[in-house]
């Protein structure tokens, strides 16, 4: 978020906290890009703040934190002391979850696919409605594909970008039998290290799909500790994850800080990965 609306922001979730019975004293900003993640002290609460645009994929993070609680999800929680829900203030979705210190330093590769392998199993067990993939690239293609929505793109990656989803998206949809539900964007920055284990956060994301669209958003190591899973084919998500991380960054208004320098690293990645995986 730009700095004026950062602070609205920030305004918004003390605001909200503190009508809660939340004691709020200082905010720190965890992340920033379209949405925000907020340290709310003493009363140690993460808020997760977006545009009230984005109310229906906040409401639907919160209900996936509700059922993944309830199978025992490597999951982090939502604050127990506030009602489990999305408040709206000042044009921002706020919800409150509980804050998970960090502890030690980067995942091990076994550990990372461990905490896959568990929240997996327990999205196997949950009943919920999510979007298949091929919706989320069906999304960005159309991002891609108009003009209007994405001016600065030039017209040969544009094609690129194009022929990319729309290829990759059709390979790696065929066979859904082994679909499930998915975390769908389980990438280093989604997976905390805590005192209670590694805990994925930003659900909002979840989707069906193999579980190899997950893995791809993993270091390359960490899919070799899980079992069973299609190495051809995570090299093939990696690099359709990477085509729709780089249309979103060509959107025209699109928010993540630095975004021409990830411009041009998002087609790189898409590149290399392609390069790995063969053409579409």
């Known amino acids: 978020m730009e700095p004026s609306e950062l602070h609205r922001a920030v305004e918004a979730a003390r605001a909200t906290a503190s009508e809660l019975g939340l004691q709020v004293d200082e905010v720190v900003v965890i992340h920033n890009s379209d949405r925000v993640a907020l340290r709310l002290a003493p009363c140690d609460v993460l808020a997760r703040v977006a545009p009230s645009g984005h109310l229906a994929d906040s409401e639907f993070e919160v209900e996936v934190a509700r059922r993944l609680a309830d199978v025992d999800a490597p999951v982090a929680e939502l604050d127990p002391r506030v009602d489990p829900r999305v408040h709206v203030r000042d044009a921002f979705a706020i919800s409150l979850w509980t804050y998970y210190e960090p502890v030690g330093s980067?995942?091990?590769?076994?550990?990372?696919?461990?905490?896959?392998?568990?929240?997996?199993?327990a999205l196997r067990r949950t009943d919920l409605d999510a979007p298949h993939f091929t919706d989320r690239v069906a999304a960005a293609l159309r991002e891609v594909n108009h003009r209007e929505r994405s001016p600065e793109l030039p017209d040969p990656d544009r094609e690129f970008l194009s022929n990319t989803l729309t290829g990759l998206s059709a390979a790696i949809g065929v066979g859904k039998a082994d679909d499930q539900l998915l975390h769908g964007e389980p990438h280093p920055g989604n997976l905390l290290n805590t005192e209670r284990g590694p805990l994925f956060v930003d659900l909002a994301t979840c989707c069906r799909g193999p579980i190899e669209f997950d893995l791809a958003h993993a270091p390359e190591e960490v899919g070799k500790h899980y079992a069973g899973a299609d190495h051809e084919l995570i090299h093939r998500c990696r690099a359709l994850n990477w085509a729709m991380f780089s249309a979103w960054r060509w959107r025209r208004d699109d928010q993540m800080p630095d975004r021409d320098h990830w411009r041009a690293e998002g087609l790189a990645h898409v590149r290399a990965a392609l390069d790995r995986c063969g053409p579409v």
């Open 106 to 121: 980067e995942i091990a590769p076994a550990d990372y696919a461990a905490a896959f392998i568990r929240h997996h199993a």
